[in-house]
């Protein structure tokens, strides 16, 4: 019995050990700088499968939106979004976080697939004002 419960405690040990060296957990790093009416940078590129540390900072004087719309999803005038924020997050959003003015905040999210991804600001007259930007996901390199 008591080398049952040795051999199982080595293959748990086994498994961590091989889990912390096979790549998983590969993290990458981005900053995105909010203001009035604007992103800075406007497009970032990360690899597909990471977990994404995002830094946010809201160097503007009212709240902004960093918006990941969902794969095939893209808006050119606000008037695409839908009506109600259950159906916006439901049906628009891959991921999304809200900045309050001098404010620097920093997030995490799993990149999604490989493809070319639309950011907005989802706050009224953001966008149409020009909050606007690009995600690029490539393949991982791991």
Known sequence: MQSHRYSALLMVMVALMLAACSGGGASTSIKADLAEFMFDPQSWEVPAGETITIEI????????????????????DESDLPDTEEELLANFVYWEEEVEPGETNTYTF?????????????????????????LTVVASGG
Do not use: D, K
């Open 57 to 76: 900072t809201n160097s503007g004087t009212i709240a902004h939106e960093w918006v990941l719309l969902r794969p095939g999803v893209t808006i050119s």
């Open 110 to 134: 799993t990149a999604p697939a490989e493809g070319t991804y639309q950011i907005i600001c989802a706050i009224e007259g953001h966008f149409n004002g020009g909050m606007e930007g690009e």
